[in-house]
């Protein structure tokens, strides 16, 4: 009997409600791309973009944040990320000119999250009709969102090779400011532990991530980045309400 009881509710002492588990840390490893006035592709046609992407010139970085859950589709989410974007005239359309330039960034954004699928209420309990089967899944243990928000960034740019040398080189500020942009997944492995991906676009309000003035540049740097974090749920004492 005993057993029995045990089985019956161990479903609700696993619930993990949004209400009791509204703050969540993650952090993460960080890969950045730039696009820019350096490097891109090697002709003129470059299929939307596609063929700027060079994955020799991604660099690394690391992010920490926090998220806060408003509602259960909606999050809040502050965010701290520093890493390198980089890259180099190597075989692309002006590999003659011979430029290339490394910049560090650090950079702070507070951004919202809709979640398209959202994060199961219950991700794991016992089921008592295979009993077993032990541990299983109850409701989808994997969620997505869509990101968006506004940030500031501080760079430094360590011009490479002709760039170095060149009278195009400039860095009249440090500072500037994005819009970011993306895509996330998460799953869930335990109640309180789930895996992230995270692609993130930032439109930023500079020409000079790069350090380059150009004459014919008539869009602002863009870089984003691709996260694979792990996210941590901090629950309070209030136990969860049984959720029918």
Do not use: C
Request: proline share 5%; glycine share 10%.
């Amino acid at each position: 009997m005993p057993l029995l009881i045990s089985l019956l509710t161990a479903n609700t002492s696993l619930a993990q409600s949004w209400r009791s588990a509204k703050l969540e840390v993650f952090g993460g490893i960080t890969a950045f791309q730039y696009f820019g006035d350096i490097g891109g592709a090697s002709g003129d046609v470059n299929f939307l973009g596609l063929l700027d992407i060079d994955l020799l010139s991604t660099r690394p970085g690391i992010s920490l944040g926090a998220r806060y859950h408003l509602s259960k589709p909606i999050q809040v989410k502050a965010n701290f990320t520093s890493g390198i974007i980089a890259k180099s005239d190597a075989n692309s359309r002006n590999e003659n000119r011979g430029f290339a330039f490394r910049t560090l960034i650090n950079e702070f954004s507070i951004m919202g999250e809709y979640y398209i699928i959202p994060e199961s209420d219950e991700n794991y309990f016992y089921n008592i009709m295979q009993v077993r089967g032990g541990l299983r899944h109850f409701r989808q243990p994997f969620s997505l969102y869509a990101t968006f928000g506004f940030g500031g960034v501080h760079y430094n740019v360590t011009p490479k090779d002709n760039l170095a040398s060149s009278p195009h080189f400039s860095q009249s500020s440090s500072l500037g400011f994005f819009v970011p942009v993306g895509l996330g997944f998460k799953y869930a492995i335990m109640p309180k532990i789930s895996l992230g991906i995270e692609l993130t676009g930032r439109l930023t309000n500079t020409n000079e991530l790069d350090g380059y003035e150009s004459p014919y540049g008539n869009y602002n740097d863009y870089y984003h980045s691709l996260l694979i974090k792990v996210n941590y749920k901090i629950t309070t004492n209030k136990r969860p309400r049984f959720q029918r």
